[in-house]
C-alpha cells in the first residue's frame, strides 16, 4: 500500500505506511487564483473533482474490492468504468455512500483529504475534474 496514488492501490491510513507530503489540511492550491501548472497532488489546476470511492475498515476487505478491480480492467492497463466501480462498490464499501455506487459527487478539491487520510481503506476513482 503505497503513497503513490498512480499505483491504484487501496490508500490505508490508521497510521500505517508513509503519508503524502504537504501537510494535513489541504489549502486547495491555486484555488482559481491564477496559478499555473501542476500541483503536487497531480490534478492540475482544477477547483473541482467528482469521485466514487470505497471505504473499508478492514485492510482484508479492501483487497478484496482492489482484487476485483485489477483482475477485472487494472492488471490489462483498463481503466475501471465508474459503473462497474458503483457495482463493486455497492458490494464491499461500509460508507453510506456505498448504497449509491460510491458516489461521492462533486465538490471542492481537498475536502475530502482529511477523511481519506483518518477513516479506514479506500479505493477512490476520479470521474471527473472541472474549475
Known amino acids: 500500500m503505497g503513497k503513490d496514488s498512480k499505483s491504484k492501490e487501496p490508500s490505508g491510513s490508521k497510521g500505517k505506511g508513509k503519508q503524502p ?3 494535513g489540511a489541504d489549502d486547495g492550491g491555486a484555488k482559481g487564483k491564477g496559478k499555473v ?3 503536487s497532488d497531480g490534478l ?3 477547483t473541482y ?3 466514487r470511492h ?3 475498515e478492514k ?3 479492501i483487497n478484496e474490492a482492489y482484487k476485483k478491480l485489477q483482475d477485472g480492467w487494472l492488471s490489462n492497463g483498463d481503466k475501471v468504468p465508474p459503473a462497474e466501480f458503483a457495482k463493486i462498490a455497492a458490494e464491499y464499501s ?3 455512500s456505498g448504497k449509491k455506487g460510491g458516489d461521492l459527487g462533486w465538490f471542492p478539491r481537498g475536502r475530502w483529504r482529511g477523511h481519506f487520510r483518518t477513516h479506514g481503506y479506500h479505493v477512490i476513482l476520479c470521474e471527473g475534474r472541472k474549475n
Open 37 to 39: 501548472g501542476k500541483s
Open 54 to 56: 470505497i471505504l473499508c
Open 21 to 23: 507530503s504537504g501537510g
Open 44 to 46: 492540475g489546476t482544477c
Open 59 to 61: 485492510q482484508g476487505k
Open 94 to 96: 461500509e460508507c453510506p
Open 49 to 51: 473533482v467528482k469521485a
